[in-house]
């Protein structure tokens, strides 16, 4: 069973940061890109950054210079350092990843994790 699983959600004042991880787990034969995205009350489901196989990380402008993604291909992992939180920041925050789940076919099919709530408020 593929599965995606975050954490590191919370609630946090504004300003503060917050780390969230994320963990491919199962038969996972390869990793293309990895990413994170989120989704308020009300709101559409959005890019926040993705990260690719090799290559520069992607950022939503509204999060640029003060969000990081990274990875760990070792581990099969992705992570989102997030500083300088401001109350819009508040969503649950889904990860992302395109996994080739077959040693037969060189496929990949995008999976989503159960998401984690981050909460910016004072």
């Known amino acids: 069973q593929v599965q995606l699983v975050e954490s590191g959600g919370g609630l946090v004042q504004p300003g503060g940061s917050l780390r969230l991880s994320c963990a491919a787990s199962?038969?996972?034969?390869?990793?293309?890109?990895m990413g994170w995205y989120r989704q308020a009350p009300g709101k559409q489901r959005e890019l926040v950054a993705t990260?690719?196989?090799?290559?520069?990380?992607n950022y939503a402008d509204s999060v640029k210079g003060r969000f990081t993604i990274s990875r760990d291909n070792d581990k099969n992992m992705v992570y989102l350092q997030m500083n300088s939180l401001k109350p819009e920041d508040t969503a649950v925050y889904y990860c992302?990843?395109?996994?080739?789940?077959?040693?037969?076919?060189?496929?990949?099919?995008?999976?989503w994790g159960q998401g984690t709530q981050v909460t910016v408020s004072s």
């Open positions: 992302n990843a395109d996994l080739r789940t077959s040693i037969f076919r060189d496929r990949y099919f995008p999976y």
């Open positions: 990260i690719p196989s090799g290559g520069l990380p």
């Open positions: 199962g038969s996972i034969f390869g990793i293309n890109a």
